[in-house]
């Protein structure tokens, strides 16, 4: 917080795009510092990283497919070259993607990560996202708090203080919510597709007797800290969810403005009002919703976690977008496919 402080005018001083990361600091700033991590406020949780020691095992959830499998290991090979502490990954693909995936992670770099797959059960493989709650089942061995991440980020921080975040006791995780400024554009938040409202069907039979308020911001699903699995499994969040995707396919339960696919949507319904903040240096977003960058260099540089929701991936270019500063961030976590099936796209010299 210090550091971020002393350093939000550097942006503004070199102008342009950087003025930009010098107003999206200022407002992270602002964020952090009005009550989103005050303890006095309302009882938190032991933060989770207080519950181990520092030998102990960090558990850590990506799903990921074929054509995004070179995102699952820049994520991975970043999460191991910050982290102190050892690293469980609990990974979640299709079978034809397994024998790639392990092949791949037999180069030096990632010969020693410990590391368990998984794949959806037959009902879950059309929903792309399902692993975001179908690892309670997947991986009965897997207990505590764990870490969830999206294939097309990067981590520059210790995830083991991403693990440290405060969470109520009464909220199943910590995510990111989408109504702090800076978090979307402005042009969404305008239209509302922050809200509840846009993003469920609030008259859906299985929706409406949640009696959700359609003004509550919604949250991010693409990085989150799970308070702990086996209070997941207790409370059958799992079932929670499938029911209300099963509900989906009688009567829609996605909101008029989309924003979110089918998984998204249940859960933002089943984890209503029960989830903490993150910190917003934890989830910097809309990486590669635009060709450009709305960041200045040295924000990215120096945020926890990038995150490339938007269309426009790290690992596909094109000429206006593949000599990105982003783009160089997650090409030094990259290992080149020792199959040489995944290859990023990338500008010939002669585009340059």
Not at 182 to 190: H, I, N, R, T, Y
Not at 289 to 315: D, E, I
Request: contains cysteine.
């Amino acid at each position: 917080m210090i550091y971020l402080l002393a350093h939000v005018q550097n942006f503004a001083d070199y102008g342009g795009r950087f003025k930009t990361g010098a107003k999206y600091a200022q407002e992270l700033v602002s964020n952090i510092s009005h009550s989103t991590f005050n303890k006095a406020e309302i009882p938190l949780t032991e933060p989770t990283a207080s519950r181990h020691t520092k030998s102990n095992v960090i558990n850590v959830i990506i799903q990921a497919r074929e054509d995004n499998l070179g995102g699952l290991i820049s994520a991975l090979n970043s999460v191991v070259v910050n982290t102190k502490n050892p690293v469980s990954f609990y990974l979640i693909m299709p079978d034809e993607t397994t024998s790639h995936l392990q092949e791949w992670m037999k180069v030096p770099e990632l010969s020693n990560v410990q590391y368990s797959i998984a794949k959806l059960p037959t009902d879950l493989e059309t929903y792309s996202n399902a692993g975001k709650f179908a690892f309670i089942d997947l991986f009965p061995s897997l207990h505590g708090p764990a870490i969830y991440l999206d294939p097309d980020v990067i981590v520059q921080g210790d995830v083991a203080d991403l693990l440290d975040t405060p969470i109520l006791f009464k909220d199943l995780g910590a995510f990111s919510d989408d109504c702090h400024t800076g978090s979307v554009s402005k042009m969404v938040a305008s239209r509302g597709e922050t809200r509840y409202a846009s993003r469920l069907n609030l008259k859906q039979p299985a929706i409406a007797k949640l009696n959700l308020n359609p003004l509550t911001c919604t949250f991010n699903t693409g990085v989150f800290v799970i308070s702990d699995v086996d209070s997941w499994r207790k409370e059958k969040i799992s079932d929670t969810v499938l029911d209300l995707i099963h509900s989906h396919e009688r009567s829609s339960i996605m909101g008029p403005q989309g924003g979110s696919d089918v998984v998204e949507a249940a859960i933002l319904a089943a984890f209503y009002r029960r989830t903490s903040p993150l910190d917003p240096l934890w989830h910097v977003r809309n990486l590669g919703v635009t060709r450009g960058s709305r960041y200045s260099p040295f924000f990215l540089s120096n945020a926890k976690l990038l995150h490339w929701n938007g269309h426009f991936k790290p690992w596909k270019s094109s000429r206006s977008y593949g000599s990105t500063f982003e783009q160089k961030l997650w090409d030094n976590y990259f290992i080149h496919d020792p199959l040489g099936r995944f290859v990023p796209i990338r500008k010939k010299k002669s585009e340059i």
